[in-house]
């Protein structure tokens, strides 16, 4: 016997959700401010509610994939959520989330919230490597486990229901730097008689080779010492930064991207760590 669920949000995210419920059997209940999109869904089998408050009266489980935190307020204004196991997979700032799971404790309920590691294509298909961060109730996580991993990985990250919303969003951070970086790169050959084809695969190879320095930066951070294990010294990476920065002045590139980070290793190594690694910069961005 499958777990009943409810889903409240059938945008592109909370669609492809609902469909691997359904193709897994699992009983689904469906409530979206539009109701168009849950009448696609109901044809596929699912049960299409009439308000928010009446899906989740449906099932002890409910599922939020809303847009924003309002539009969560906004969907459960009025819903009696005593002895339910709310699952919000809205993406949140960690202080959302803590305040949300207050505010679901105060109602009665359960409470997990997720940060989804996914985009819609992904989800459903085990191989494509989306996953979903849990955090809050334990207890919630570990009974629906299985539920919850029909559209996609599951990773829990604490009983702290911020802790979702901060491990999703300081890989998305990370994402950001590493998107800016092959910006930057790009626009160094835009110019040139260089097929940007011809730079992808050495971009992408040059990128995955070096994303295992993430491990050295943690052990460092952990340890203190941030001079073990270092193979380029933070004096010798400021030098070669101006080599960088020339030739973006030479290929007319704007250094506009490149130039925060450069700034704070240079204030980092004005406090004389030349022997460190780049993980001083770090101490140099928490205030
Ligand atoms: P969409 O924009 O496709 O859908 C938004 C959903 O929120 C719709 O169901 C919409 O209803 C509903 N909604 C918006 N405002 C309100 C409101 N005030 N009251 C009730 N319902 C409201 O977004 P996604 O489905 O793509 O995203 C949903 C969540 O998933 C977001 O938090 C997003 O950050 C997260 N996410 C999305 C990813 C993606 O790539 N798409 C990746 C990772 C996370 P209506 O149909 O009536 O407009």
């Known amino acids: ?89 809205t993406t949140s700032t960690p202080a959302q989330a803590r305040a949300r799971a207050e505010w679901a404790r105060e109602r009665g309920a359960r409470y997990l919230d997720g940060g989804i590691m996914a985009v819609p294509p992904m989800i459903g298909v085990p191989e494509a490597g989306g996953y979903v961060f849990y955090s809050g109730s334990r207890e919630l996580f570990e009974q629906h486990q299985e539920t919850l991993g029909t559209p996609a990985g ?77 193979t380029s010294p933070l004096a010798m990476q400021v030098a070669g930064t101006q080599t960088l920065l020339s030739t973006a002045d030479q290929q007319g590139v704007s250094p506009e991207l490149l130039s925060p980070y450069f700034a704070l290793m240079r204030r980092r190594l004005a406090k004389g760590t030349g022997e460190e690694d780049l993980t001083g910069v770090i101490d140099l961005l928490v205030h």
Not at 14 to 30: E, Q
Not at 57 to 71: E, G, K, Q, R, Y
Request: proline fraction near 3%; include cysteine; charge should be negative.
């Open 154 to 230: 599951t990773t829990y990250v604490g009983q702290d229901a911020g802790f979702a919303a901060l491990y999703d969003v300081a890989l998305l951070s990370a994402m950001y730097g590493m998107f800016a970086g092959a910006a930057h790169a790009y626009a160094l050959i835009r110019k040139e008689d260089i097929d940007p084809t011809s730079l992808a695969p050495l971009l992408a190879d040059w990128l995955a080779a070096m994303a295992p320095s993430v491990h050295q930066t943690a052990g460092q951070l952990r340890s203190g010492d941030y001079t073990k294990g270092v």
């Open 1 to 89: 016997e499958k777990t009943s669920v409810t889903l409240l949000g059938l945008g592109a995210m909370g669609t492809a959700l609902a469909r691997t419920w359904l193709a897994a059997g699992h009983p689904l209940t469906v409530w979206n401010r539009t109701p168009s999109r849950a009448a696609a869904l109901a044809a596929e089998g699912a049960k299409a509610a009439d308000s928010a408050a009446a899906a989740v009266t449906a099932n002890t489980l409910v599922l939020v994939c809303l847009l924003d935190d309002a539009s969560v307020d906004e969907a459960l204004d009025g819903a009696d959520l005593a002895g339910k196991d709310l699952v919000n997979l």
